[in-house]
């Protein structure tokens, strides 16, 4: 790592992972979203739009500090991104629970509880990695290993949509349906930017 002559900005490593704690818990909620029918899901949407908020506060504060900051850990432009991608994941997440809530789902298609295994392994492996952006440290493997992720998650989207097409749901369920599967895939997606922003930064600062 290189030496620094000038004191940085530390309170971003706090707020990084506190916005990646707050994403295991919304992936949580995805997962308690499998096993409960549709008279608990609305709770648990509710839950979920509270971790989305919280989660924008999260990336509200890192932008304000980001501001406010002559000195920071690394590139202004990375945290931004870092930041972004982060809410991005949230977004998502929120949505697809959301989705299935208006649209009334009474069962999701079978596929659906990899899509979101996937996800809480990615929020996982987010999370321990973020404090690691103190040293740099052990994070080679944290992005290996969601970039994995993110292709296993490609192959059971591909999969997902295949199902779907295959004539056992009518055309409006169809709709509905590939409309989650989607934003599950996106925000798979997006944990792949959050990793691809931190092998940036990381070979930025070695």
Known sequence: MRFRLTPRETSFYDMFAASADNIVTGSKLLMELLGADSSARAEIAERMRAAEHAGDDAT???FHQLNSSFITPFDREDIYSL???????????EEAV???VLYQVEELPKGVEQQIEVLARAA???AEAMPNLRTMD???EYWIEVNRLENQADQIHRKLLAHLFNGKYDAIEVLKLKQIVDVL???ADAFEHVANT???IAVKES
């Open 98 to 100: 959301d989705l299935v």
């Open 138 to 140: 052990n994070l080679t």
């Open 124 to 126: 996982e492996l987010t």
């Open 60 to 62: 509200h504060a890192i």
């Open 83 to 93: 930041a972004s991608s982060l809410d991005d994941i949230m977004d998502f997440m």
């Open 185 to 187: 895939e996106e925000a």
């Open 198 to 200: 931190v092998e940036t």
